[in-house]
């Protein structure tokens, strides 16, 4: 079936620091790749998505590349504020069959950002 | 625009007994999806209702059923309740199920907690 596995976290970073969050998959067909953050208290909310290979999503600072040959989509921002501080989740949805439009996610890496 | 709301935002129940969780979609969405988070943990797709009916479900048991409505709003029910039902059950909506490429929108949740 379809999975998702993200770096085991947490993640701590000074401010203005550089963020990378690892996301491999594993599916059939071509997903669709979103990454959601979830602050403390509050639902998930749509950071950024990639529909297709060598796609680029971006959002706030933050951009992912959908990598078929690797299977990936890491997450990256080049300089995080404590704002950033949550909990991020990479997640996919299959094209297709049985996971038509449902989220599959991964484990959550809890980023702290220290000023 | 008011976007996903749920209820109750807490409850706390006892072993064996039943709940019934609410969810109202984004203004404009058709499709609900419940998603089961344990602490500490990814969300896990419950189940999704489109056009009243449910299309797509999850690995979880019999106990746990839902409803959409002609308004298209939706219940989460549980019976029976286990210890380890004891999570966050989050609500998302969407529009049009048959684009996967749609993002999925989150409410704040509900804090069920098996005593």
């Known amino acids: 079936g379809d999975s998702v596995t993200q770096m085991e976290g947490p993640v701590t970073l000074s401010e203005e620091a550089f963020l990378t969050i690892n996301c491999t998959y594993t599916a059939t067909g071509y997903p669709s790749l979103f990454w959601y953050v979830q602050y403390p208290g509050e639902g998930l909310q749509l950071l950024l998505k990639?529909?297709?290979?060598?796609d680029k999503g971006s959002n706030k600072g933050f951009e992912a590349t959908y990598r078929k040959e690797t299977t990936s989509f890491h997450l990256e921002k080049g300089s995080v504020q404590v704002s950033d501080s949550a909990v991020y989740f990479c997640a996919l949805t299959a094209a297709g069959g049985t996971s038509y439009g449902k989220l599959t996610f991964g484990q959550g890496t809890i980023l702290t950002v220290h000023p | 625009d008011a976007g996903v709301t749920q209820s109750p935002t807490h409850l706390i129940k006892t072993r064996g007994q039943q709940v019934t969780l609410r969810c109202s979609p984004k203004?404009?969405?058709?499709?609900v999806s419940w998603y089961q988070q344990a602490l500490g943990q990814g969300p896990q797709f419950i189940f999704q209702y489109y056009e009243e009916e449910e299309r797509q479900r999850g690995n979880f048991p019999d106990r746990f059923s839902g409803h959409q409505f002609p308004n298209y709003s939706s219940e989460l029910n549980v019976n029976a309740l286990l210890l380890g039902d004891s999570a966050l059950y989050l609500c998302a909506s969407s529009f049009d199920r048959a684009n996967p490429d749609q993002p999925q929108h989150f409410g704040d949740g509900t804090r069920l907690s098996i005593l």
């Open positions: 990639a529909t297709k290979a060598d």
């Open positions: 203004s404009g969405h058709d499709t």
